[in-house]
């Protein structure tokens, strides 16, 4: 099974992740790393000096450069919606997952990106609250790794009969499920699950969700 870690950290009171003068001071610092492929997407990665810079979303993958990220769980109730990933994605396909994640373009806040996704993937406008903020890092596949910065949101909503329009490239299905039997499931068959969700759920409690 793969190794992977996990570190709550610590954001200084005057630091807003969603501020998007964050990415506009950063912006200065150097001009975007040519994409490894055409129309890849240019992604904030975070410096040792904690100064962001843009890089394209797979370099950032392949050499396993901490960026930004958030994750979104909506909940109904008790339970969770979840998500299958399509099988074409370029890692995880066919993993169940949180209900969104993504990266924010660069110039783009965490909260608009956190938005963004939801509806391209989803089809669906909520109101998002953010949470905690993690790092991790995990390798997913193809030799890929994620490490990210995360912004962890959360929305709720009433009813579980939402206005679904899922995008067949991301998503394959989702599923409303109890967090607990989640968890349960998660342990007895974790190649199920996405390696970053199953940090989330060995970590749920530091969630704040």
Not at 85 to 92: E, L, P, W
Request: with cysteine.
């Amino acid at each position: 099974m793969t190794m992977i870690s996990v570190s709550l950290v610590s954001i200084p009171a005057n630091t807003a992740l969603g501020d998007a003068t964050m990415y506009a001071e950063a912006a200065s610092v150097c001009d975007p790393l040519r994409p490894a492929v055409p129309d890849e997407p240019i992604i904030p990665a975070i410096g040792a000096d904690g100064t962001l810079f843009p890089i394209g979303k797979l370099k950032a993958h392949q050499d396993g450069t901490l960026h930004l990220a958030i994750s979104v769980f909506v909940f109904c109730g008790s339970r969770l919606l979840i998500q299958q990933r399509a099988a074409s994605k370029y890692h995880c396909g066919g993993q169940w997952a949180n209900t969104c994640c993504t990266h924010p373009h660069w110039n783009e806040s965490l909260d608009a990106s956190a938005a963004r996704r939801l509806q391209e993937e989803l089809g669906l406008n909520l109101t998002l609250v953010p949470t905690q903020v993690l790092d991790y890092r995990a390798a997913v596949s193809d030799g890929l790794i994620e490490h990210e910065r995360v912004q962890v949101y959360r929305a709720d909503v009433p009813q579980p009969d939402l206005p679904f329009r899922l995008d067949p490239d991301e998503v394959a299905a989702v599923a409303w499920v109890e967090v607990e039997a989640l968890k349960a499931d998660a342990r007895t068959n974790p190649d199920r699950y996405a390696p970053w969700f199953m940090i989330y759920l060995s970590r749920w409690d530091e969630l704040n969700l």
